[in-house]
């Protein structure tokens, strides 16, 4: 490992400037396909644009603002001190991968990453489990840091609190830094987008790339297969919608006016709800000076497929 940069008094813009320059730990399980909530290809418009998106909400900011306290708590449940690095690191061997971690263990060769969770994804925490994304990013940060282990520890809202221990496991990181020098390589630094995952995530992200059209034609070589299964599943899909509809109307004739219907297995609501709607074709005739103030420009591009 070497040192990148102090991030000691590092403000938050150059914090994300040198996140470009490789793949860090909460990159690792997006790249490998086991993110939830990220993409790969969000991860490649990310490193390969030039805009600097300081991108935060609520979750993120607690999650900050508990590591103090994760970190606290994992050293009254271990006896074990830890310290922070205080800058970001790569990895001589492999300089696209970089770490910028929680904590080190004082006395050993590993590290400590703090998470915090809400009580509805205690789940994914239950009988010894660790998200995948999560154990991808201690493989990641054992690789940069040529660590022994890594601990990750978990402050469940309100419930309880876990800490883990994880093993260097070289064969798994051996495969993880060929998917990411693979991303690296042949992606960011190609420009060639990864493949998309049919998230809507991926859809976001092209739309967001590839905001404009040119008035021309490309071949469409190579689809055939895909577009006749494209169909296929449009046919299903709407059969499946179809079949669903006709039993929530079932359900719908048989409780009248009922707000609730409930059995053993099942609870089911038909509740009247009631808002407000705006009259936007109104408010345009009477009052055009209005509607012209307050409406916002977008564009989008409009997705067909018509068989010849």
Known sequence: MKKLVPTLGLDKSAWLEYRKMGIGGSDAGAVCG???YRTAIEVYQDKTSKEIEEFDNEAMRQGREFEDYVARRFTEATGK?????????????????????DRMVVGENAGLECKTASPYLADKWEDGKIPMHYQLQCYHYMSVMNAEAWYIAVLIYGREFKFY???????LITDLRHIEEDFWRNHVEKGVMPNP??????DSVIAEYFKESVPITVPLNGFNEKLKRRQELIDIISRMDTEKKQIEQELKL???EAELAENDSYLVSWK??????LDVERLKKERPEVYEEFSKKTSARRFTVKAA
């Open 197 to 202: 995952d049919g998230s809507k995530l991926a």
């Open 81 to 101: 001190k830890v310290r922070r690095a205080n800058a970001m690191y790569f990895d001589e061997n492999h300089p696209f991968m970089l770490a910028d971690v």
């Open 272 to 277: 009247a709800f009631h808002t407000n709607k």
């Open 34 to 36: 086991f993110n939830p």
């Open 254 to 256: 048989y409780m009248g």
């Open 165 to 171: 221990r994880l093993e260097r496991d070289e064969e």
